[in-house]
Nanobody, 119 residues
Framework: QVQLVESGGGLVQAGGSLRLSCAAS????????MGWYRQAPGKQRELVAI???????NYADSVKGRFTISRDNAKNTVYLQMNILKLEDTAVYYC?????????????WGQGTQVTVSS
């Protein structure tokens, strides 16, 4: 019911910046939380940052102070500004949306966008 499309990934040198975007479409009503996860080769998918419909944010310790998540509720779009990128930030970044509450709760995932940080 919800489609998520990520964009903005690419190749950047260590210390550089990228901004990711995720646009939600479809049955977007009652989306409560949107966020970003990432998965590096051989590793589990991990939380990067989330933001609620009210603007409350949470970040993984590894990205605090470097990444900023923001949300445009009118556009149903979430952004991830990534600064001071490190080699270990290299991963596929996935957009996530949580919809509903209680028995109607559901989660949706985008296809991912590759972020590669070079030395």
């Amino acid at each position: 019911q919800v489609q998520l499309v990520e964009s903005g990934g690419g190749l950047v040198q260590a210390g550089g910046s990228l901004r990711l975007s995720c646009a939600a479409s479809g049955s977007i009503f009652s989306i409560n939380v949107m966020g970003w996860y990432r998965q590096a080769p051989g590793k589990q998918r991990e939380l990067v940052a989330i933001i609620t419909s009210g603007g409350i944010t949470n970040y993984a310790d590894s990205v605090k102070g470097r990444f900023t998540i923001s949300r445009d509720n009118a556009k149903n779009t979430v952004y991830l500004q990534m600064n001071i990128l490190k080699l270990e930030d290299t991963a596929v970044y996935y957009c996530n949306a949580a919809k509903g509450i209680g028995p109607t709760y559901a989660r949706y995932w985008g296809q991912g966008t590759q972020v590669t940080v070079s030395s």
